[in-house]
Structures are given as C-alpha cells and as structure tokens.
C-alpha cells in the first residue's frame, strides 16, 4: 500500500511505556530482553526508582538482553516516559497511525456527523473503558471511550501463525476495528446488545451479523483506497486474506477442537472474506445490511 511515513496522528495514543501489570500479565521489555529471572527484575526495578536511572538501561548493563536491534524513541501519551521501539516497530505505528488517519478521512466524508475514534498502542494487556485486556485477545474496540486497542505485536501473529502476511493485511484489521466504530455512531451496536439481551438464543448469530458488517466496512474504505490509486499489486488479496485467516471455522480447526458453527461468533472464513469483498466493490455502505441479508 502506498502511503506517508513518520508522521503520527493526532488520534494516536501510545501507552506501550506503561507495564502491562495486568491480570498476572507481567512485564514485558520491549526489544525482547530475556535471561533475568523475576527476582532480578525485582532488584533492577528497586534500584531503578531510588537512583532515577532508566531501567532498561540497567538491565543491559547487568547482562539482561544481548545484542539488540537498534531502538528509536517514542513518548507515552500518558506518562510523557520514552518509549523504546525497534525500527520496524516505528514503522509499523507510522503504518497504523496513517490507516487510523486515512480511514478515519473516508467515513467523515460518507457519514455526516462522524466523529473520530482514538487508537491506543500497548504492551501485553491495558485498562480501557471496557475493562482490563490481555493482548491475546487481539485488537479490539471499547465503545465505552470510543478506543480501538491494538498491541502491534498482533500483525507477527497474523502473519505466522495465521498466514496471512503483508501491510495490507494490518490494514483491514484496524479498519475492521474502525468499522466497530461506525456502528456504535449509528447506533448499531446499541440495537444489537439489545436484541441479544431480549434473544439470547440468537446471541452468537447476531454476533455474527455485527462482525460481518464490520468486515463490509473496512472494504468501503478499501474502495476508497483504490479510487485514490493507492493500493499496490497484492493488496487486495492480503485484506482478503486476513478476513479469511481469523474466520472461525479457521481458528477452531487450528485449535484441533473441530468446528462447531453454533458457537461462531465472528463468522466463517468465507462469510468474512466475502462481506469484505462486498464492501470493496461496491464501495456503499448501504451495501454492509448484515442483518437483513
């Protein structure tokens, strides 16, 4: 996908210099640093807060981490503390901050009174107003502050272990996510926790309708993507990719438990790759009826 780098948008808040902490999550330190056991990490932390050095500073000087790939500078939006990033990793945050951008421009000029979603970057796990999360759960939107949370160490899950590489892939992930977003614009997603409430039998299908329309919209903004000539050779077959790799179907096979299409909640391989495909051709949101089809 052709797009702007270095630049970080005004919707970007990096909180991945905060310590996860969370439900049992621990500490990560960025970079991969390993071969201290918890007790020193204790003792680093310890000598860290009464001398005022950075941590990680001491970590490799007491043998931490070895060589490490070189590190570039953020801010973490809630403590004004570094953040220590890789090259990639940089680049891969410049990456989301142009798609939040980008697809956030495309739906304030389909949808009047659009109003923009922040992106928050973390760690292993984080506190949203929807609660406490682990990054396992993978990136997810909180409609509770209007947040789409997303740790970037996601995107090498995606391509490993789901199979599903290339930018464009990360791409439909976040605005699969933003599409979260519209729907709680609209009310969408009031009318359906609503209607779950009064049919619980019907909780899991309606689920599913929801995560569909979702997947349509990330393809209008795909559309758009196109229009504006900034796809590449590939893209397109990369968004359909990544629709596919985190069908249900898909996942359950993996998991060697079978596949069970009562207790989807997201939708198959083929139902996501196909309602993002319906979006990207069509390029209407009125197209992304879920619920009616």
Not at 48 to 77: E, I, K, R
Not at 97 to 124: C, H, M
Not at 254 to 280: K, L, Q
Request: aromatic fraction near 8%.
């Amino acid at each position: 996908m052709k797009w702007t780098r270095g630049n970080r948008s005004g919707n970007l808040e990096d909180r991945r210099g905060q310590s996860a902490g969370l439900g049992g999550g621990g500490m990560r330190i960025p970079g991969g640093r390993g071969g201290m056991g918890l007790g020193g990490i204790v003792i680093v932390l310890a000598i860290a807060y009464f001398t005022g050095q950075n941590p990680l500073t001491l970590l490799d000087a007491l043998g931490g981490g070895g060589a490490q790939p070189p590190m570039d500078a953020s801010l973490d939006v809630a403590t004004g503390a570094p953040v220590e990033e890789t090259s990639a990793e940089a680049e891969r945050a410049d990456f989301m901050s142009f798609v939040l951008d980008d697809a956030q421009n495309t739906w304030t000029r389909i949808l009047p009174g659009y109003r923009e979603a922040k992106l928050v970057l973390f760690r292993d796990a984080v506190s949203s107003g929807c609660g406490d999360a682990q990054a396992a759960m993978g990136p997810f939107y909180c409609p509770a502050d209007e947040k789409v949370y997303v740790d970037l160490g996601f995107f090498d899950e995606l391509s490993r272990r789901f199979g599903a590489p290339g930018d464009f892939a990360q791409a439909y992930v976040l605005a699969h996510e933003i599409g979260h977003h519209v729907q709680n614009l609209t009310g969408t997603e009031r009318k359906l926790r609503e209607a779950q409430r009064a049919n619980p039998e019907r909780e899991n299908a309606l689920s599913v309708r929801m995560e569909l329309q979702a997947d349509c919209y990330a393809g209008v903004w795909a559309h758009s993507t196109e229009q504006r000539e900034l796809l590449e050779r590939g893209d397109l077959e990369e968004g359909l990719g990544a629709a596919s790799a985190v069908g249900d179907d898909r996942i359950q096979e993996m998991s060697g438990s079978g596949v069970h299409p009562e207790s989807f909640t997201h939708g198959s391989a083929a139902e996501r790759s196909e309602w993002f495909r319906r979006g990207y051709q069509s390029g209407d949101a009125e197209a992304c009826d879920t619920f009616a089809s």
